[in-house]
T-cell receptor
Framework: AQTVTQSQPEMSVQEAETVTLSCTYDTSESDYYLFWYKQPPSRQMILVIRQEAYKQQNATENRFSVNFQKAAKSFSLKISDSQLGDAAMYFC?????????????FGKGITLSVRP | KAGVTQTPRYLIKTRGQQVTLSCSPI?????VSWYQQTPGQGLQFLFEYFSETQRNKGNFPGRFSGRQFSNSRSEMNVSTLELGDSALYLCASSKNSGGSGGYGYTFGSGTRLTVV
């Protein structure tokens, strides 16, 4: 079974600074997807960024980028130029490549606060 | 385009009662997945429905059940409620089973269930 670990329960960053959120996972599969989701107080999970394991290039979405290290099974999220609206819980998630096992496996999440 | 709609947003039930939660996916989406979110266990997969058929099921007791209608709307039912069933229940929709090839899911804002 796959597991996702987010070892830091909380992090804080100064507005306009850069912060990196860590995530490690365990799987015996070679093809899979990885995601970062954001959950603000509105409770809705919002997709921040996704990465296909077969792609070596790290995904980037505006101020958000990932550092995907497949051999180390590490998938960290870097937020540049942090904004007050980035304050939320962030979840790392794994999904098998094959549709037969279609569920998302989430880490415990990390609460990010942004200091003005 | 309307998002994923979950009703009701809040619910208080008494131990031993049963409850039904509703999820209307994005128009054109045929897959609906359900997740339970608690502070202790985090986000856990309940089940996925695609074209009215259950495609995948998590490790929850039989008191948790669901169904999907021909218009893709889904309901989940919990019978004989226990205090430990208090949680945020999130549903997520996607075009195809398994998150549309890695493009992830669109989540609703959840139903907060409190069992007293």
């Amino acid at each position: 079974a796959q597991t996702v670990t987010q070892s830091q329960p909380e992090m804080s960053v100064q507005e306009a600074e850069t912060v990196t959120l860590s995530c490690t996972y365990d799987t015996s599969e070679s093809d899979y997807y990885l995601f970062w989701y954001k959950q603000p107080p509105s409770r809705q999970m919002i997709l921040v960024i996704r990465q296909e394991a077969y792609k070596q290039q790290n995904a980037t979405e505006n101020r958000f980028s990932v550092n995907f290290q497949k051999a180390a099974k590490s998938f960290s999220l870097k937020i540049s130029d942090s904004q007050l609206g980035d304050a939320a819980m962030y979840f790392c998630a794994y999904r098998s490549f094959t549709g037969a096992n279609s569920k998302l496996t989430f880490g415990k999440g990390i609460t990010l606060s942004v200091r003005p | 385009k309307a998002g994923v709609t979950q009703t009701p947003r809040y619910l208080i039930k008494t131990r031993g009662q049963q409850v039904t939660l509703s999820c209307s996916p994005i128009s054109g989406h045929r897959s609906v997945s359900w997740y339970q979110q608690t502070p202790g266990q985090g986000l856990q997969f309940l089940f996925e429905y695609f074209s009215e058929t259950q495609r995948n099921k998590g490790n929850f007791p039989g008191r948790f059940s669901g169904r999907q209608f021909s218009n893709s709307r889904s309901e989940m039912n919990v019978s004989t409620l226990e205090l430990g069933d208090s949680a945020l229940y999130l549903c997520a929709s996607s075009k195809n089973s398994g998150g549309s090839g890695g493009y992830g899911y669109t989540f609703g804002s959840g139903t907060r269930l409190t069992v007293v």
